[in-house]
C-alpha cells in the first residue's frame, strides 16, 4: 500500500508562485495515475489537476488551468504542481492522492495524502 505525503505549503501573496510536492513510499509509484484536489474552509474537496501514469496525460480544472502544472518523476516517486499567479481563491489544503486505472478529473481516489496548507493573501 502506497504512502503520500505532501510538502511545500505555505502562505504566500496574491500574485506569487509555489510548487507542492508529493512523495509517494511503500509502492510502486509508476503503476498509480497521480491527482492533486484540494478543500476550501466550508466546501466541498475539488478537483485541481491530475496526470497519467507515464505523465504524457494531463488534466487541470478550469480554474487553474495556464497557472498550474502537475508533473511527475517515477524515478524519485514523486508528484508535484507548480503553481503561478496565485489568486485568494486558490487557498485550501490540497491533497495529493493516487489510483489504480485512468487519470481523468473525478475525485475517486485509493490512496490519499494528509494534506498541506496553501494561504493566498491579497
Known amino acids: 500500500q502506497v504512502q503520500l505525503v505532501e510538502s511545500g505549503g505555505g502562505l504566500v501573496q496574491a500574485g506569487d508562485s509555489l510548487t507542492l510536492s508529493c512523495a509517494a513510499s511503500g509502492g510502486t509509484f509508476g503503476i498509480y495515475a497521480m491527482g492533486w484536489l484540494r478543500q476550501a474552509p466550508g466546501k466541498e474537496r475539488e478537483f485541481v489537476a491530475a496526470?497519467?501514469?507515464?505523465?504524457?496525460?494531463?488534466y487541470y480544472s478550469e480554474s487553474v488551468k495556464g497557472r498550474f502544472t502537475v508533473s511527475r518523476n517515477n524515478a524519485k516517486s514523486t508528484m508535484y504542481l507548480s503553481m503561478n499567479s496565485l489568486k485568494p481563491e486558490d487557498t485550501a489544503v490540497y491533497y495529493c492522492?493516487?489510483?489504480?486505472?485512468?487519470?481523468?478529473?473525478?475525485?475517486?481516489?485509493?490512496?490519499w495524502g494528509q494534506g498541506t496548507q496553501v494561504t493566498v493573501s491579497s
Open positions: 492522492a493516487g489510483r489504480f486505472g485512468a487519470a481523468d478529473s473525478t475525485l475517486g481516489y485509493d490512496y
Open positions: 496526470i497519467s501514469r507515464t505523465g504524457a496525460l494531463k
